[in-house]
């Protein structure tokens, strides 16, 4: 292809989308001339450049859509259907100039119809435009064309070997210059910073006043150099806002609503390359907020609004951000529909739904065929659209919000990178080595304090950090890129960076922030390019080369979600046990299967040596330091095979024992579905995991077996829990735990069953609760015993999955006492123990009969 014919097709394709905006424009605001005229102009630019190239079919259909702007032109007025018409023509043009860019020249159709009802069209309302001709045509059938006087054809001049060419201008000049020499410059430019701050290095080193002066000049140009380089990446955020104004003409006409258009900001500046990037998202968001904000006239009216809904979108520049925000005041989004359909795709629990702010529910509309639109229109309702512009935000490092009022609207927001090519970034070191953290990704840094607003605490043997009122994970970089094998320190002045990528949160431990840099991304080498955690590198001043860490690689190594990293929960063939992973100590005991136990049952892990293992009173103790401690054994062995044994130490009622094993295989964090049930008292049931069948323990035998007086004695007053739970596992784990806190357990399946137990007089001093269960759920479970005579205000406490504080408000507007993590057994005998001794009713049930009987 000629260079003439590629700055046409360049040239073209901006005139074409200016029209399109204008047309939309002046179908407004008849009364505005200039608009008007100014499209005329455009089209016959186009059409006279058309007979120069030879371009015959482009020069008949841009004739005809000329004669009808001229029309409209002179008589003031244009019917819906003439500027659907011309909009129409306006698509042709553009697929007619694809066709040209791929091949080189016009690629065959036929245009007659469409240039007979340009000719024939009544330029006032009434005269529909035959569907046929409005219909997109991306592939025309072979066709002559009509004979239509036309310019005389003007040779065309050679072509010349150029990549820019001046264009004067709608007063200023401008020249194109190709993408690929920007680029090449932009490289170039980079090394001649590095190369400038090697030499500040030298210069500071060797004490030559001589080279100060041309150095700062050699500085103060470089940077000028930069600075204006990066300008011509830049262009005005209005090339993206350009084709908006006919999308949402388009869309009022196909689903007969009234939309204005409100654009702010066009003249932001944002990087070249995600202009393109983002003409796909911004045109689903806007099709998303027409087809399911904005309600018909009829509605909005009844809703006391005006009947013509808007859609602003706007643009701001902050810092090294771009903001883009796309609101309408249309319904808002529907939570409930969500939740109702995110239930149904199998996207959460009930129990993790009810613990969800309205926000993070807002998130499922970005999940992979999710839509709650009741039937699929040419504008939406597929669920994929909202799926693409989650992931091409997250591809070039930036995130979406969402806000939603009922009755008000919806905002979507859009915090996008300044550009791609130099970006913030934060500098730093672990071990003693630099590493770059993206700048838009960091929320804070801050230091451990004990008893400050910043604590470290290990969760399960993993280090996490209470952070005003949150709680939230940690890497600790060293140990993640295998730069150190130390345990991680909870020591104060601990310097943790506070992360974001999408929804997760989560922080980073290093050892010091060196400095705040702009800094010019590079991509790894082929040999680097597939080592995970790595986004890319760059060349410090001092000729350093630092990698620049992978934020959402280390939010996934923690198991965190991206943003929206949607999963379908999986239902068991047999049953269902949890949804949630738990932390599972999985470890050998003998030539069995594999076996495994809840790591929250394990007080510690230790290695004992065979000779302090003896027999008294016909079990085997441990005998250390003067003190013995009951052992149990998943099997017989002569245990003097080897020097030292594994033990999980494990605490009953307050006095230890310990689990003798072989081997210590690993710690992970599964789901337990179990699919085989205990077929004898030592095991729960049998689940398969990475493809080995594992028996998970039940505890509850061993300890009866090591301290059976301390699960049998308890307190010198018994309390009887009732302990609801629809899940075998979850009864078998706990009863185990309360019993050996010294309380009487009465544990059943259902709501139900624990109602119809207290009506006929079963009497209970507290009621621990599951709180999603299918027949009833713990909230009603709650209110129902409150409202029963014999339970009346005695001690209820749930038990959650996930005991955040959406689901502790709701627990307590139910009128139970508290809310504990299922698998916290310390901190559910401490809220038991603490709700029983406070509570008015902590008598036993014997005296608490007794005394009834006293006073009748």
């Known amino acids: 292809m000629d260079e003439v014919l590629s700055e046409f097709i360049a040239e073209t394709n901006e005139q074409i989308e200016a029209a399109a905006s204008q047309l939309v424009a002046f179908e407004r605001e008849p009364s505005n001339f200039e608009s008007i005229a100014s499209i005329y102009r455009l089209i016959h630019t186009i059409k006279g450049t058309c007979g120069f190239l030879d371009l015959t079919r482009l020069a008949y259909l841009t004739h005809a859509a000329e004669t009808l702007i001229s029309r409209i032109r002179d008589e003031g007025v244009a019917a819906p259907e003439a500027v659907s018409l011309i909009l129409s023509t306006v698509d042709r043009v553009q697929t007619i100039l694809n066709g040209l860019e791929k091949t080189g020249a016009e690629p065959e159709g036929d245009d007659t119809a469409l240039i007979e009802a340009l000719e024939g069209q009544a330029i006032s309302a009434g005269e529909a435009v035959p569907e046929a001709v409005l219909a997109p045509m991306p592939e025309m059938a072979e066709a002559a064309i009509d004979p239509m006087p036309l310019p005389p054809a003007t040779p065309r001049p050679a072509a010349k070997e150029q990549t820019t060419k001046q264009v004067h201008t709608r007063e200023a000049a401008t020249i194109r210059v190709a993408v690929n020499t920007i680029e090449r410059i932009m490289r170039l430019v980079s ?124 643009a701001t520049h902050e810092a090294s951000h771009i903001t883009i925000e796309i609101a309408d005041d249309g319904r808002g989004l529907d939570l409930e529909r969500i939740q109702r359909k ?108 004990s008893n400050g607003v910043s604590r470290l605490r290990l969760a399960q043997g993993a280090p996490i950090i209470h952070l005003r009122d949150q709680v939230l994970p940690i890497v600790d970089l060293k140990r993640h890129l295998g730069l150190s094998e130390e345990p991680f320190a909870l020591d104060d002045d601990r310097l943790v960076v506070i992360l974001r990528t999408g929804a997760a949160t989560f922080g980073v431990a290093v050892d010091s922030v060196a400095d705040v840099q702009e800094i010019v991304v590079k991509p790894l080498g082929a040999s680097l390019a597939k080592v995970p955690g790595f986004a890319g590198n760059t060349i410090l001043g001092d000729g350093t080369v630092v990698l620049i860490l992978d934020v959402a690689g280390l939010a996934a190594s923690l198991g965190l979600a991206t943003s929206s990293n949607f999963r379908a929960v999986a239902q068991p063939d047999l049953v269902e046990l949890t949804k949630e992973p738990t932390r599972l100590i999985l470890f050998r005991a003998g030539p069995g299967v594999q076996k495994a136990l809840p790591l929250s049952q394990v007080s510690r892990i230790e290695n004992i040596d065979t000779k302090e293992i003896e027999l008294a009173g016909g079990m085997r103790v441990l005998n250390r330091g003067g003190s013995i401690m009951p052992l149990a054994s998943c099997w017989d062995t002569d245990y003097a095979s080897q020097p030292k044994w594994p033990v999980l130490i494990i605490g009953v009622g307050g006095e ?33 995991f990475n493809g080995q069948v594992t028996e998970i323990v039940d505890l509850a035998y061993y300890m009866k077996q090591a301290r059976p007086d301390a699960f049998e004695r308890g307190h010198a007053r018994k309390f009887n829990i009732l302990l609801v739970d629809d899940k075998q596992f979850f009864r078998d784990l706990l009863v185990p735990v309360i019993s050996a806190a010294g309380y009487d357990v009465t544990a059943v399946e259902s709501g139900s069953e624990a109602l119809r137990l207290v009506n006929l007089g079963v009497e209970f001093d507290a009621a621990i609760t599951d709180i999603d269960m299918p027949d009833m759920n713990g909230y009603a479970l709650a209110g129902a015993l409150r409202g029963n005579k014999r339970f009346g205000a005695r001690t209820i406490i749930a038990i959650d999955a996930y005991a955040g504080p959406a689901v502790i408000a709701a627990v307590r507007a139910a009128g139970m006492h508290d809310v504990v993590g299922k698998f916290d057994r310390i901190q559910l005998i401490a809220k038991l123990r603490d709700a029983l001794e406070a509570n008015a009713f902590g008598n036993s049930a014997i005296e608490r009969s007794a005394s009834v009987e006293k006073a009748a």
């Open 191 to 314: 090394e001649l910073v590095l190369t400038r701050n090697q030499l500040i290095e030298i210069a500071r080193s060797n004490e030559n006043e001589s080279f100060a002066i041309p150095l700062q000049r050699l500085s103060a140009v470089t940077t000028d150099l930069q600075d204006g380089v990066m300008q011509v990446r830049m262009q005005p955020i209005e090339k993206l806002f350009t084709s908006l104004p006919r999308l949402v003409r388009d869309l009022s006409v196909e689903l007969d609503k009234q939309i204005e258009l409100i654009v702010e900001g066009s003249d932001t500046e944002f990087d070249r390359q995600l202009v393109e990037v983002l003409r796909t998202p911004l045109v689903h968001i806007v099709r998303n907020c027409a087809d399911h904000g904005i309600e018909n006239a009829r509605d909005r009216q009844a809703a006391g609004k005006s009947a013509s809904g808007r859609i602003r979108v706007s």
């Open 342 to 449: 995110a239930l149904t795709q199998g996207l959460v629990t009930p129990a993790e739904l009810a613990a969800m702010p309205a926000e993070e529910v807002y998130r499922f509309i970005f999940a992979p065929g999710f839509s709650t639109a009741r039937q699929v229109t040419q504008v939406s309702g597929r669920g994929i659209g909202m799926d693409i512009v989650r992931q091409t935000v997250e591809s070039i490092g930036g995130s979406i919000t969402i806000a939603s009022t009922p009755g008000l609207g919806a905002a979507f927001k859009l915090k996008l990178p300044l550009t791609l090519a130099i970006a913030p970034a934060l500098l730093v070191t672990a071990a003693g080595q630099r590493f770059a953290l993206p700048q838009h990704t960091v929320i804070e840094a801050v230091t451990s304090r």
């Open 656 to 688: 230890p024992m310990g689990l003798i094993v072989s081997e210590i295989v690993d710690i992970v964090d599964e789901r337990i579905d179990i699919e085989i049930a205990g077929s004898n008292e030592t095991v729960i049931g049998s689940m398969v």
